[in-house]
Structures are given as C-alpha cells and as structure tokens.
C-alpha cells in the first residue's frame, strides 16, 4: 500500500485556478523580471520552494488588483495549489480585511503578487553586479582569470567577483583596524 500523499508529490498531477486578466499580467511581468525566459508556473514552484526554506517570507504589500474582466485559467502543479490552499486556510481573514478578498481565486491572485513583492523586497540588499559596470573589476578578471579557476575553481565573473570583493573589503576592515590601534 502506498502512504505517500498525492498533495507531498510534485509529479503527481496538475491543477488550474483561475486568475484575471490584470493579475495574470501583473504576474507574467513580474515572472519576466525575476526569471527571464521562464513560465509562470515554473517560477510559481520556484518561489514556492524559497518560502519553504525561509529564503524570504510573504509579507501583505499595499497591492491594488484589479479583478475585473473574464477569468482565465492557469494550469499549475497540485503541489503549488494545495501550498495556495493552505495558505488560504492560515490567512484568509487576514487578506478578507487588508485586500477585500471573498473567495480562493481573489486571495491566490493576491498571495502570488504578494509573493513577487516579497521578493524584490527581499532583494532590496543584494548587489547585483553587471561586467559592464564595474570595468576595473572586469580587468582584475581577466588578468586573474586563470590564478582564480585554479586556487579556487571560479568559471565565471559572477564567482570571481563574489571571491576578490570578499577578499578586497576583508583587507580593508583588516586595514581599519590597524589604523585604529
């Protein structure tokens, strides 16, 4: 006999739930932003898993939705509806008071966009850096490129960048502090 939940196993099956227009738009833009090239329901089990393991959590962001129009369906995996589900059964009257909500549809429409906002805030303290930006930092690449892939395995400027800042601002702090002695 099998004891293993349909609802625990991502492969076992799809759902839909149905969206507006407007907050499907909202969340194909957001999903462009955050994961270029990739589909909503694929960013939706991405963003699933980060909350799970406590990468960020999902605040309730002064989100305006428009719920008009016709509703429209979104094919997702089960697992990531009965994630919604659950999530409707804890916050439900929380999200009836901020947002208005009055049914699952409206409160997931809600809890995704929130989910997207939660992100970016989430990101608000991370440097992202560009190659383009910074060209001294890609002229250290270059002439380090091959010391760096050997002592520390680095193939790509995004690691060596991580690497020679860590290092850089180590030597700074270390220099601070020898000139406050």
Known sequence: MNNISTQTVPSKGYAT???KPAILSRLEKST????PGMFLPSALIIMMNEVKRGYYTVGMNNIKADFSGRY???TIRS???AW???NYA???DEYAMKYRTSSFTHFAGIFML???ESKANSQNYVVKLKEADFE???SEYEKRKAEYKEKYGVYSFEQFANIFLKKLLEKVNEAKNILTI
């Open 17 to 19: 739930i149905g969206l």
């Open 32 to 35: 462009d932003e955050f994961y």
């Open 72 to 74: 429209t369906s979104l």
């Open 79 to 81: 697992d990531v509806k």
């Open 84 to 86: 919604l589900e659950e």
């Open 90 to 92: 804890k916050l439900k």
């Open 114 to 116: 929130n989910m997207f």
């Open 136 to 138: 001294w930092l890609a």
